[in-house]
């Protein structure tokens, strides 16, 4: 069994800035990536962006430059820095993570169950 657990959402200003994080626990033999996605009301789950184990990150266009993703792997923990907040970056952001078990070789997608982020005006 493993959890993800993420925490640091809240009400931000337009401009500002709120950093995420996402800790894993549990039956985890290795995490291969982890990665943020989020969803505002009415919307499709939009992927934010990606950070390999060999420390390869990828973003979504619509936040490039804004956000960026780290890790730390010693504590399976994930980090999202979100700078320059806009009102539409509103939404439920979750955290992924493609993993290995212990007991299980096979790669699998896990999801957090999401903190919400909430940019005003």
């Known amino acids: 069994q493993v959890q993800l657990v993420e925490s640091g959402g809240g009400l931000v200003q337009t401009g500002g800035s709120l950093r995420l994080s996402c800790t894993a626990s549990?039956?985890?033999?290795?995490?291969?990536?982890m990665d943020w996605h989020r969803q505002a009301p009415g919307n499709q789950c939009e992927w934010v962006g990606s950070?390999?184990?060999?420390?390869?990150?990828r973003y979504g266009d619509s936040v490039k430059g804004r956000f960026t993703i780290t890790r730390d792997s010693g504590k399976n923990t994930a980090y999202l820095q979100m700078n320059s907040l806009k009102p539409e970056d509103t939404g439920l952001y979750y955290c992924?993570?493609?993993?290995?078990?212990?007991?299980?070789?096979?790669?699998?997608?896990?999801w957090g169950q999401g903190t919400q982020v909430t940019v005003s005006a």
């Open positions: 950070a390999t184990s060999s420390g390869i990150t």
């Open positions: 549990g039956d985890i033999a290795r995490i291969n990536a």
């Open positions: 992924t993570m493609n993993f290995q078990s212990m007991t299980d070789n096979t790669p699998r997608n896990y």
